[in-house]
């Protein structure tokens, strides 16, 4: 009888558990911002600026997370970030990862880019934040969108 008791509230909240996990609503996540930082012959450094979008009710803390990067239909880079950050229940913060991609798997993205022949380029972000709530490990996200290119204007 000892044991019954407990045995008998830990399978009552099993079915809780992946019903309170179940209810938690992907987050949105944005590419807002892209900054070259390094340009190397073999790897190139960017800053990408992230708009994170709770639409729940419980605040999110998130440990880090993961993300792969798809920029007009191809994979342009795949990154891990230990950042941890809150995102508040039904609000929103941005957040900035680095990201490293090689010059040969880039190379005709970054000529696009450079050379300015682009007015907007379509991207994918995937991934997942692995958030620091009980009985929550990695919560998946997927954004599809247009990113803007602006150029500065021309000097007289």
Known sequence: ???????????????????WQQRLQEPTI???????????????????TLNVQNPNAVTLPVRGLRYGVHLGGEQFATGVSPQAFTVPAYGETDI????????LTVLSKIQALLAGT????????SGALEVD????????????????????????
């Open 1 to 19: 009888m000892r044991f019954l008791l407990p045995l008998l509230s830990l399978i009552l909240l099993l079915p809780g558990c992946a019903l």
């Open 133 to 156: 709530l009980p009985f929550v490990g990695a919560v998946p996200f997927s954004n599809k969108g247009v990113f803007r290119l602006t150029t500065a204007p021309a000097q007289r």
């Open 118 to 125: 682009q007015e907007s380029i379509e991207y994918q972000l």
């Open 30 to 48: 944005s590419l807002v911002g892209l900054e070259i930082r390094e340009l190397g012959l073999l790897r190139q450094r960017y800053a990408l």
């Open 96 to 103: 900035e990862v680095e990201m490293t991609t090689n010059l």
